[in-house]
């Protein structure tokens, strides 16, 4: 299968932890990509899983993205496979039925990586987000990315999720999708004095 298919795939969102992402390099981007996907994946009925890497000592993710997720993974492993995640991904599907998984989060060569190469070895087809994915240097995301694309992943952007999620401009949801590409980047306008 060359493309994603909203009806088969799950999204899941690594340690976006508030904590972390000072440190990392165009966190802001990197947030606002992942919640514009958990947010189309809200507006087309794709479960949303996200995990946090010792929530005890790390923290919680950032709240908008937590009230994203349909459900929350603690984790001590840096792969969330070793904490159960592919057994958490495949609840409710019928045995050998595996979900097509999207996957974007940080540490993007840490994480990310890891968890990404864990649902590779256990025959997930996977779909990592570059968009959505960062690290303190950026020179370890490209590493990551590059391994990555060796070792099986497909790499795209959040931009190619969303329209391939639609597929078409008939699509019921397309316009609330379509709404949240050409929000991205916009900033509001200043607020005027008084009020």
Known sequence: MLKMDAARSVLVLVDYQERLM???DGAEAVVEAAL?????????????????QNPDGLG????AVRRRCDVTLP???????????AELLCEGRAQGDRPEVVIAGCEAHVC???TALGLLERGFRTWVVETACGSRRSTD?????QRLRESGATVVTDD????EWVRHCRQPQFKAVLELVKRRGVTPPPRAAGS
């Not at 514009?36 to 946090?52: F, H, K, N, Y």
């Not at 919680?60 to 709240?63: G, H």
């Not at 984790?75 to 159960?84: L, V």
């Not at 190619?160 to 329209?163: G, Q």
Request: some cysteine.
């Open 75 to 85: 984790k001590m492993h840096f792969d969330a496979c070793s904490d159960g995640l």
């Open 36 to 52: 514009a996907l958990a947010d189309a994946a809200r507006v087309l009925g794709i479960r949303v899983v996200g995990t946090e």
């Open 22 to 24: 000072p440190a990392i």
């Open 141 to 145: 995301r490209q590493a990551a990315m």
């Open 160 to 163: 190619m999720v969303l329209f």
């Open 60 to 63: 919680p993710n950032a709240e």
């Open 112 to 114: 990310l990586m890891q």
